[in-house]
């Protein structure tokens, strides 16, 4: 596709279940980053992935939250035993990894714990 | 510890004039600073980026000013349009990993 897309873009889940988040980067873009918002809040960064390594992994909020990519392209993003306080949009970025040009966004997943 | 600091929640400009969004960082290594905006329901989009190396770009209706001594860098719309309305997140870059400050919702009057 020509942007960034994320699946689901909605998901309503029970406490204590596991959630998978998917993103599907810009073809040949090799930056992939995952942010969160919360409700009031700004981006707060997750994860980031050159190609299939992870550098930067500093973000991830506690070890129930887990990502993967795979063959430069799709990442998905794994948050285990679900806790309200996941409840935010999840948005991941595309970028050729020249950052001068900016990263390009999908439109998030909005994921509520309930 | 926030590095990149948008301390304006919110700000109203009249159509046809300056809007002037500021931002403070606390990373003197940060490479580049960025500007996004972004509309409700939608991921942010890319407004516009400066080097570190530079005070001042320009882009159509937006400029961004650093000032390095002070940290500090602005984002200056001008005139405003009513489809500016949105959040305007500021942003810095190190090691491609990009910190953002928590947003500004800049609000175009009539």
């Known amino acids: 596709g020509a942007g960034v897309s994320q699946s689901p873009s909605n998901k309503v889940t029970e406490k204590g279940k596991d959630v998978e988040l998917r993103c599907d980067p810009i073809?040949?873009?090799?930056?992939l980053y995952w942010y969160r918002q919360r409700l009031g809040q700004g981006l707060e960064f997750l994860i980031y992935?050159?190609?299939?390594?992870?550098?930067?992994k500093s973000g991830l909020p506690s070890d129930r939250f887990s990502a993967e990519r795979t063959g430069e392209s799709v990442s998905t993003l794994t948050i285990q035993r679900t806790q309200q306080e996941d409840s935010a949009v999840y948005l991941c970025?595309?970028?050729?990894?020249?950052?001068?040009?900016?990263?390009?966004f999908g439109q998030g997943t909005r994921l509520t714990v309930v | 510890d926030q590095q990149v600091k948008q301390n304006s929640p919110s700000l109203s400009v009249q159509e046809g004039r300056i809007s002037i969004l500021n931002c403070d960082y606390t990373?003197?290594?940060?490479?580049?600073f960025l500007w996004y905006k972004k509309y409700p329901a939608e991921g942010p989009t890319f407004l516009i980026s400066?080097?570190?190396?530079?005070d001042k770009n320009e882009d159509g209706r937006f400029t961004v000013f650093l000032n390095k001594s002070a940290k500090h860098l602005s984002l200056h719309i001008v005139p405003s349009q009513p489809g500016d309305s949105a959040v305007y997140f500021c942003?810095?870059?190190?090691?491609?990993?990009?910190?953002f400050g928590k947003g500004t919702r800049l609000h175009i009057l009539p």
């Open positions: 970025a595309s970028s050729l990894g020249v950052v001068v040009s900016g990263a390009f």
């Open positions: 073809s040949g873009h090799t930056a």
């Open positions: 992935f050159q190609g299939n390594s992870a550098p930067d």
């Open positions: 990373n003197s290594m940060f490479d580049y």
């Open positions: 400066i080097s570190s190396i530079k």
């Open positions: 942003a810095a870059n190190r090691d491609d990993k990009i910190i």
